[in-house]
């Protein structure tokens, strides 16, 4: 059972948009930046957003993060074939002083 | 990069040591972790060290048996007791950064990942 709250999977068609949630408490989301990573079956994961809505270098703008109270959204915009992945939802809890993930939304591209 | 390694096959019970290292960048100046992920399963981390090994945190899972540190060229990540469930990929990742407080750190997530090194715990 993961501290953060993932939905298992979502689905869509090319060229769709989709939205991750990501929820909380008041220990982590709450009070602490949330950063998401991909991972494509296979790999080992990158970083696609921190500090709750920036994209590192390279990371298209397609991809983008939002934080409310305790909890967050990923959205993906123009969805492709490349997109196919697991995501995570990490940050910081400050009650048990460790660093949390979610339990992984698994995308897939129809 | 980052790139682990150390990793292979032990008996439950025996001890194995991780080593990270990193190049293109000063490992000194960012905070390190480890983070595992057992077949089939999502991501799970483990343990984290402040870029200048002062402060480290361990998750309750592997706490009293894992430890990490590190010196100016290298992370370590030495795990004792070893158990079947311990079985995973072992990745290492470099660190946003880090905040302290009242005696308390704040770690920012992580922006580079190695490829992970595969522990396999089997008599």
């Known amino acids: 059972q993961s501290v953060l709250t993932q939905p298992p999977s979502i689905s869509a068609a090319p060229g769709q948009q989709v939205t991750i949630s990501c929820s909380g408490n008041s220990f982590n989301i709450g009070n602490n930046d949330i950063s998401w990573y991909q991972q494509v079956p296979g790999a080992a994961p990158t970083l696609l957003i921190y500090d709750n809505n920036k994209r590192p270098a390279g990371i298209p703008d397609r991809f983008s993060g939002s934080k409310s109270g305790t909890s967050a959204t990923l959205g993906i915009t123009g969805l492709q074939t490349g997109d196919e992945a697991d995501y995570y939802c990490g940050t910081w809890d400050t009650s048990l002083h460790g660093w949390v993930f979610g339990g992984a939304t698994r995308v897939t591209v129809l | 990069q980052v790139v682990e390694s150390g990793g292979g096959v032990v008996q439950p019970g025996r001890s194995l040591r991780l080593s990270c290292v990193g190049s293109?960048?000063?490992?000194?100046?960012?905070?390190m972790y480890w983070v595992r992920q057992a077949p089939g399963k999502g991501l799970e981390w483990v343990a984290v060290i402040s870029h200048d090994g002062i402060n480290k945190y361990h998750a309750q899972s592997v706490e009293g048996r894992f430890t990490v540190s590190r010196d100016t060229r290298m992370v370590y990540f030495q795990m004792n007791s070893l158990r079947p469930e311990d079985a995973a990929v072992y990745y290492c990742?470099?660190?946003?950064?880090?905040?302290?407080?009242?005696?308390?750190?704040?770690?920012?997530?992580?922006?580079?990942w190695g490829q992970g090194t595969t522990v396999t715990v089997s008599s």
């Open positions: 990742a470099r660190g946003l950064s880090a905040t302290e407080g009242h005696g308390h750190y704040v770690y920012y997530g992580m922006d580079l």
């Open positions: 293109g960048f000063i490992l000194s100046d960012y905070p």
